[in-house]
Protein backbone atom coordinates (compact mmCIF):
# COMPACT_ATOMS: atom_id res chain seq x y z
CA UNK A 1 0.00 0.00 0.00
CA UNK A 2 0.75 3.45 -0.75
CA UNK A 3 3.19 5.02 2.55
CA UNK A 4 4.47 8.40 3.19
CA UNK A 5 6.56 9.30 5.88
CA UNK A 6 8.38 12.65 7.35
CA UNK A 7 11.61 11.92 9.19
CA UNK A 8 10.84 12.60 12.33
CA UNK A 9 7.88 13.66 14.51
CA UNK A 10 9.39 16.90 15.84
CA UNK A 11 12.54 19.21 14.78
CA UNK A 12 14.67 21.74 17.13
CA UNK A 13 16.59 24.13 15.63
CA UNK A 14 18.46 27.57 16.59
CA UNK A 15 17.13 30.96 15.02
CA UNK A 16 18.90 31.62 12.33
CA UNK A 17 19.51 28.31 11.24
CA UNK A 18 18.47 25.79 8.08
CA UNK A 19 16.02 23.52 8.90
CA UNK A 20 15.46 20.78 6.31
CA UNK A 21 12.24 18.41 6.28
CA UNK A 22 12.16 15.19 4.60
CA UNK A 23 9.14 13.60 3.49
CA UNK A 24 9.44 9.94 2.05
CA UNK A 25 7.21 7.75 -0.46
CA UNK A 26 7.00 4.25 -1.26
CA UNK A 27 4.44 2.58 -3.49
CA UNK A 28 3.26 5.34 -5.30
CA UNK A 29 4.00 7.67 -7.92
CA UNK A 30 2.76 10.89 -7.86
CA UNK A 31 2.74 13.68 -10.53
CA UNK A 32 3.36 16.55 -7.93
CA UNK A 33 4.06 16.97 -4.01
CA UNK A 34 2.81 19.44 -2.36
CA UNK A 35 4.06 21.57 1.14
CA UNK A 36 1.04 22.76 4.21
CA UNK A 37 2.10 24.21 7.04
CA UNK A 38 -0.50 24.14 10.20
CA UNK A 39 -0.55 26.24 12.85
CA UNK A 40 -1.73 25.03 16.66
CA UNK A 41 -5.83 24.88 16.22
CA UNK A 42 -5.76 25.86 12.77
CA UNK A 43 -5.88 23.72 9.35
CA UNK A 44 -3.06 23.33 7.23
CA UNK A 45 -2.22 26.21 4.92
CA UNK A 46 -0.56 25.65 1.55
CA UNK A 47 2.91 26.60 1.15
CA UNK A 48 4.60 25.45 -2.14
CA UNK A 49 3.67 22.58 -5.08
CA UNK A 50 6.40 20.76 -6.97
CA UNK A 51 6.16 18.65 -10.05
CA UNK A 52 7.68 15.43 -10.81
CA UNK A 53 9.58 16.88 -13.88
CA UNK A 54 10.79 19.87 -11.40
CA UNK A 55 14.14 19.35 -9.36
CA UNK A 56 14.07 22.34 -7.45
CA UNK A 57 11.44 25.49 -6.34
CA UNK A 58 11.72 28.14 -4.35
CA UNK A 59 9.69 30.95 -2.52
CA UNK A 60 11.48 33.22 -0.42
CA UNK A 61 13.17 31.96 2.28
CA UNK A 62 11.58 27.97 1.52
CA UNK A 63 12.94 25.61 -1.03
CA UNK A 64 11.66 21.99 -1.97
CA UNK A 65 13.23 19.91 -4.24
CA UNK A 66 12.06 16.79 -5.22
CA UNK A 67 14.02 13.75 -6.11
CA UNK A 68 11.61 10.81 -8.01
CA UNK A 69 14.54 8.37 -8.17
CA UNK A 70 14.86 8.51 -4.62
CA UNK A 71 11.31 8.90 -3.68
CA UNK A 72 12.21 11.82 -1.54
CA UNK A 73 11.26 15.60 -1.31
CA UNK A 74 13.01 17.51 1.52
CA UNK A 75 11.80 20.60 2.54
CA UNK A 76 14.33 23.38 3.78
CA UNK A 77 13.39 26.79 5.86
CA UNK A 78 16.69 29.37 5.80
CA UNK A 79 17.80 32.15 8.02
CA UNK A 80 14.65 30.20 9.90
CA UNK A 81 12.65 32.58 12.93
CA UNK A 82 10.89 31.55 15.90
CA UNK A 83 7.46 32.82 14.00
CA UNK A 84 8.58 29.52 11.54
CA UNK A 85 7.58 27.05 14.71
CA UNK A 86 4.60 24.70 13.19
CA UNK A 87 3.88 21.57 11.93
CA UNK A 88 4.85 21.00 8.21
CA UNK A 89 3.02 18.48 6.12
CA UNK A 90 4.02 16.71 2.56
CA UNK A 91 1.22 15.53 0.33
CA UNK A 92 1.31 13.73 -2.33
CA UNK A 93 -0.84 13.51 -5.22
CA UNK A 94 -1.69 12.08 -9.20
CA UNK A 95 -4.26 13.95 -11.81
CA UNK A 96 -7.55 12.81 -10.94
CA UNK A 97 -7.07 11.81 -7.64
CA UNK A 98 -7.32 12.61 -3.89
CA UNK A 99 -4.34 14.25 -2.39
CA UNK A 100 -2.54 12.02 0.27
CA UNK A 101 -1.00 13.51 3.35
CA UNK A 102 1.61 12.62 5.60
CA UNK A 103 2.05 12.73 9.74
CA UNK A 104 3.53 16.13 9.82
CA UNK A 105 6.57 17.53 11.27
CA UNK A 106 6.56 19.48 14.28
CA UNK A 107 9.40 22.33 13.78
CA UNK A 108 10.48 24.53 17.02
CA UNK A 109 12.61 27.19 16.47
CA UNK A 110 14.43 28.60 19.26
CA UNK A 111 15.65 32.22 19.56
CA UNK B 1 -9.73 30.42 6.33
CA UNK B 2 -9.78 31.32 2.20
CA UNK B 3 -13.92 31.65 2.54
CA UNK B 4 -14.81 28.00 4.38
CA UNK B 5 -16.78 27.62 7.34
CA UNK B 6 -16.99 24.64 9.55
CA UNK B 7 -19.91 24.66 12.13
CA UNK B 8 -19.70 24.18 14.67
CA UNK B 9 -16.18 24.51 15.88
CA UNK B 10 -16.52 22.37 19.12
CA UNK B 11 -19.10 19.78 20.20
CA UNK B 12 -18.88 16.84 22.50
CA UNK B 13 -21.78 14.70 22.15
CA UNK B 14 -22.69 11.13 23.79
CA UNK B 15 -22.27 7.59 22.08
CA UNK B 16 -25.02 6.82 19.91
CA UNK B 17 -25.94 9.87 19.00
CA UNK B 18 -26.14 11.24 15.43
CA UNK B 19 -24.04 14.43 14.46
CA UNK B 20 -23.70 16.46 11.36
CA UNK B 21 -20.87 18.64 10.83
CA UNK B 22 -21.47 21.54 8.49
CA UNK B 23 -19.09 23.23 5.73
CA UNK B 24 -20.02 26.36 4.33
CA UNK B 25 -17.76 27.72 0.94
CA UNK B 26 -17.86 30.89 -0.67
CA UNK B 27 -15.13 30.12 -3.33
CA UNK B 28 -17.37 28.31 -6.01
CA UNK B 29 -14.54 25.40 -5.56
CA UNK B 30 -16.19 22.01 -7.06
CA UNK B 31 -14.19 20.03 -4.81
CA UNK B 32 -14.95 19.64 -1.46
CA UNK B 33 -13.48 17.17 1.13
CA UNK B 34 -14.12 15.81 4.75
CA UNK B 35 -10.68 15.07 6.47
CA UNK B 36 -10.16 13.75 9.99
CA UNK B 37 -6.66 14.48 12.33
CA UNK B 38 -5.57 12.32 14.98
CA UNK B 39 -2.27 11.75 16.70
CA UNK B 40 0.08 9.64 15.15
CA UNK B 41 -2.13 9.37 12.05
CA UNK B 42 -2.38 12.62 10.43
CA UNK B 43 -4.66 13.72 7.69
CA UNK B 44 -7.24 11.06 6.81
CA UNK B 45 -9.80 11.50 3.93
CA UNK B 46 -13.33 10.46 5.20
CA UNK B 47 -15.59 11.73 2.11
CA UNK B 48 -15.40 14.03 -0.52
CA UNK B 49 -17.31 15.76 -3.39
CA UNK B 50 -16.64 16.34 -6.71
CA UNK B 51 -20.15 18.24 -7.31
CA UNK B 52 -23.51 18.23 -6.42
CA UNK B 53 -24.88 15.08 -5.27
CA UNK B 54 -21.80 13.48 -6.83
CA UNK B 55 -19.67 11.62 -3.51
CA UNK B 56 -16.70 9.26 -2.88
CA UNK B 57 -15.42 7.19 -0.50
CA UNK B 58 -12.08 7.92 1.38
CA UNK B 59 -9.75 6.03 3.33
CA UNK B 60 -11.70 6.24 6.58
CA UNK B 61 -15.16 6.21 5.82
CA UNK B 62 -16.91 3.53 7.84
CA UNK B 63 -19.04 5.03 10.05
CA UNK B 64 -19.54 8.63 7.98
CA UNK B 65 -21.82 9.43 5.75
CA UNK B 66 -21.76 12.74 3.36
CA UNK B 67 -24.17 15.03 1.19
CA UNK B 68 -24.08 17.84 -0.80
CA UNK B 69 -27.19 19.64 -1.78
CA UNK B 70 -25.72 22.64 -2.81
CA UNK B 71 -22.28 23.67 -4.42
CA UNK B 72 -21.45 25.46 -1.01
CA UNK B 73 -22.07 23.31 1.34
CA UNK B 74 -20.45 19.79 2.01
CA UNK B 75 -22.35 17.89 5.39
CA UNK B 76 -20.89 15.05 7.56
CA UNK B 77 -23.10 13.11 9.32
CA UNK B 78 -22.29 10.44 11.88
CA UNK B 79 -25.48 8.23 12.08
CA UNK B 80 -24.32 6.90 15.40
CA UNK B 81 -21.11 8.69 17.02
CA UNK B 82 -18.23 6.29 18.69
CA UNK B 83 -15.44 7.08 21.20
CA UNK B 84 -13.58 6.29 18.16
CA UNK B 85 -14.91 8.67 16.24
CA UNK B 86 -13.00 11.42 18.55
CA UNK B 87 -11.21 14.08 16.63
CA UNK B 88 -10.38 17.10 14.70
CA UNK B 89 -12.39 17.27 11.67
CA UNK B 90 -10.94 19.47 8.86
CA UNK B 91 -12.77 20.07 5.69
CA UNK B 92 -11.07 21.97 2.43
CA UNK B 93 -11.75 23.03 -1.06
CA UNK B 94 -9.97 22.32 -4.06
CA UNK B 95 -10.63 23.75 -7.55
CA UNK B 96 -9.68 20.48 -9.07
CA UNK B 97 -8.02 17.23 -9.15
CA UNK B 98 -5.76 18.48 -11.76
CA UNK B 99 -1.94 19.26 -11.20
CA UNK B 100 -1.84 23.00 -10.31
CA UNK B 101 -5.85 23.10 -9.46
CA UNK B 102 -5.46 20.60 -6.44
CA UNK B 103 -3.98 23.01 -4.13
CA UNK B 104 -6.17 22.82 -1.20
CA UNK B 105 -8.04 25.20 1.25
CA UNK B 106 -8.66 24.51 4.86
CA UNK B 107 -11.20 25.10 6.86
CA UNK B 108 -10.61 25.68 10.66
CA UNK B 109 -11.45 22.47 12.07
CA UNK B 110 -14.26 21.16 14.08
CA UNK B 111 -13.14 19.59 17.57
CA UNK B 112 -15.66 16.85 18.16
CA UNK B 113 -15.65 14.93 21.27
CA UNK B 114 -17.55 11.74 21.90
CA UNK B 115 -18.20 11.06 25.53
Known amino acids: SQKIEQNSEALNIQEGKTATLTCNYT??????LQWYRQDPGRGPVFLLL?????KEKRKERLKVTFDTTLKQSLFHITASQPADSATYLC??????????FGKGTTLSVSS | DAGITQSPRHKVTETGTPVTLRCHQT?????MYWYRQDPGHGLRLIHY???????DKGEVSDGYSVSRSKTEDFLLTLESATSSQTSVYFC??????????????FGAGTRLSVL
Open chain 1, 50 to 54: IRENE
Open chain 2, 92 to 105: AISESTGLAKNIQY
Open chain 2, 49 to 55: SYGVKDT
Open chain 1, 91 to 100: ALGQAGTALI
Open chain 1, 27 to 32: NYSPAY
Open chain 2, 27 to 31: ENHRY
